[in-house]
């Protein structure tokens, strides 16, 4: 059973910092991609950024581009996603998602992923 589970997000400052952090578990093959999306109220989801696993090639959407950095430990089965300089419109619920069909296709298209993680709110507020 595949099972991606989120964690690290909370309240942060504008210009602060935080780090998510993705632990991917079940997939039979060791090739898939995984992205992160938000969704703030009100909003579609958002493509954030995505990293395939085997070899750590990344994509990241323009609104994030320079403020986060996606990353993964291959060992842990964990993927990262750092992120600096957070604005007040990076609030949102944060979603990791994997997809072994994606593998090649550096996707940020949330319709296009089947696996998905529970969610983890970013709140950026002084």
């Known amino acids: 059973q595949v099972q991606l589970v989120e964690s690290g997000g909370g309240l942060v400052q504008p210009g602060g910092s935080l780090r998510l952090s993705c632990v991917v578990s079940?997939?039979?093959?060791?090739?898939?991609?995984i992205g992160w999306f938000r969704q703030a109220p009100g909003k579609e989801r958002e493509g954030v950024s995505c990293i395939s696993s085997g070899d750590g090639r990344t994509r990241y959407a323009d609104s994030v581009k320079g403020r986060v950095t996606i990353s993964r430990d291959q060992a842990k089965n964990t993927v990262y996603l750092q992120m600096n300089s957070l604005k007040h419109e990076d609030t949102a619920v944060y979603y990791c998602?994997?997809?072994?069909?994606?593998?090649?296709?550096?996707?940020?298209?949330?319709?296009?992923?089947?696996?998905w993680g529970q969610g983890t709110q970013v709140t950026v507020s002084s």
């Open positions: 998602a994997a997809d072994p069909r994606l593998y090649s296709f550096f996707s940020i298209q949330s319709s296009l992923y089947d696996y």
């Open positions: 079940g997939f039979t093959s060791d090739y898939y991609m």
